[in-house]
Nanobody, 128 residues
């Protein structure tokens, strides 16, 4: 049961990066409903919600700080989730983590404690 995040790196302000998170091991997609999300943690700060997408037909959710700039998506099989990040700024610099959880109610999907599986993190650095 693993989540493997990739795609981080160095970008200039205004640039773009695309993060990927692929699952392996247990077939996450067999669950009736689940959420796959992205969180980030900057140095000296707490981990914060970025975006999440569910297997069911709910609209993806975004943090206000990334809304309109970031887009979360998943493959049809539900085994991978992506985060397209556009118009990056220095405040987006952080380690980005993907996460997976089942049975998360909508009102709690921004809470990292609700996610039971986590990837190792990928560093995104944005220079001004």
């Amino acid at each position: 049961v693993q989540l493997q995040a990739s795609g981080g790196g160095l970008a200039q302000a205004g640039g773009s990066l695309r993060l990927s998170c692929k699952t392996s091991g247990r077939a996450f997609s067999t669950f009736r409903d689940y959420a796959m999300g992205w969180f980030r943690q900057a140095t000296g700060k707490e981990r914060e919600f970025v975006a999440t997408i569910r297997r069911s037909g709910y609209t993806p959710a975004y943090a206000d700080s990334v809304k309109g700039r970031f887009t979360i998506s998943r493959d049809n099989a539900g085994n991978a989730v992506y985060l397209q990040m556009d118009n990056l700024g220095p405040s987006d610099t952080a380690v980005y983590y993907c996460a997976w959880g089942k049975g998360i109610i909508l009102s709690s999907q921004r809470d990292p404690t609700q996610y039971e599986h986590w990837g190792q993190g990928t560093l995104v650095t944005v220079s001004s």
